[in-house]
């Protein structure tokens, strides 16, 4: 196994208020057509989603073990590909991850195996929460040959660039480094701990640096078709939407009354998640099927529609750009 390192973890007195994403509304017909009319089939049936609001609270310092980033990819990468091979970003495709990766990525985020009733093990295809955990993470992390000078482009929400700024300059990482990196430091500096708790009315929640995960891989029949467990891009994204939590503004009610999570503008919580998904399915929708690809455009479309005010946001108008092609 790769050699790690003692590093301390860096935290800013920022208080913020955690919402939890998670499933618990089922989607009106209307936004259902609008699934399918992007091309989604899977998530377009009985696809449910609601965010909710708890206290805030500070950001404390912590001492833990840090690995080196690229110890890390050399880790997760497929045997055989390349380090910027979408093999190391899944996104549901049959893939490979080794038990060291997995250990490693726990290692890193402080992974409650104890709480999944789970241990790091060699997967295909992500299936278990433990395993969808690990395929967000990688994915997050993987390097997609897109720099720091273009993830931080015109148009990204300004809390989200200073974030991105602030720890490439803390970690020392040039505009011309690879974007993983700079995302990995995103989660790695915000997420301490990550549990388990199938009891949770929700996919995901976020508090005091914990991620507790919810039943993100029940399956279940709704419809005409089978829901199946939450595609690893979703959950990647997720992650990212959690661990923002730790430095840009909280949610507001939606506009509609039914809703308890908006956000006013892009910098919020969706404006993080919706910006790493897009520049994630502009570099892999090439080559990525058909239907995980519009799993990923559908989460973008249902995010984006968190985001009141929108218009001008390119993540949200850029769907053309993405160009998922049909197997």
């Not at 997967?123 to 395929?135: G, H, N, Y």
């Not at 708790?197 to 029940?218: F, Q």
Request: with cysteine.
């Amino acid at each position: 196994m790769a050699r790690r390192r003692n590093q301390r973890s860096e935290r800013r007195g920022t208080t913020v208020t955690m919402l939890p994403m998670h499933f618990g509304r089922t989607w009106t017909q209307g936004e259902a057509s609008q699934f399918a009319a992007r091309g989604s089939i899977a998530l377009a049936v009985a696809l449910t989603t609601t965010w909710g609001c708890e206290p805030s609270y500070r950001y404390h310092e912590v001492d833990g073990e840090m690995w080196e980033y690229e110890d890390l990819l050399g880790l997760c990468s497929s045997p055989g590909t390349p380090a910027s091979s979408p093999a190391l970003t899944p996104a549901g495709e049959t893939w490979g991850v080794d038990h060291t990766c997995a250990e490693a990525i726990g290692q890193v985020f402080g992974i409650d195996w104890v709480s999944f009733d789970e241990q790091p093990d060699t997967f295909t295809d992500a299936s278990t929460p433990a395993e969808l955990v690990i395929a967000g993470f990688v994915a997050v992390l993987g390097a997609n040959g897109m720099s720091v000078k273009t993830t931080r482009s015109e148009g990204i929400p300004g809390g989200l660039d200073g974030e991105l700024e602030r720890l490439a300059e803390r970690w020392e990482i040039p505009m011309s480094g690879d974007a993983g990196e700079v995302w990995f430091r995103v989660l790695a500096t915000h997420i301490d701990k990550v549990r388990y708790d199938p009891l949770i009315d929700a996919a995901m929640s976020y508090r005091s640096s914990v991620v507790t995960i919810g039943d993100v891989a029940d399956e279940y029949e709704s419809g005409i078709t089978p829901r199946t467990p939450s595609p690893p891009v979703e959950v990647a994204s997720s992650l990212v939407h959690e661990a923002a939590h730790g430095f840009l503004t909280s949610h507001v009610d939606c506009e509609n009354g039914e809703e308890n999570a908006c956000d006013d503008d892009a910098e919020g919580a969706f404006g993080a998640q919706t910006w790493w998904l897009y520049e994630w399915l502009l570099i892999n929708a090439p080559d990525l099927e058909w239907l995980t690809c519009t799993d990923g455009t559908g989460v973008l479309s249902l995010s984006c529609a968190r985001i009141i005010d929108n218009d001008d946001y390119e993540p949200c108008h850029g769907f053309d750009s993405i160009g998922c092609e049909y197997d």
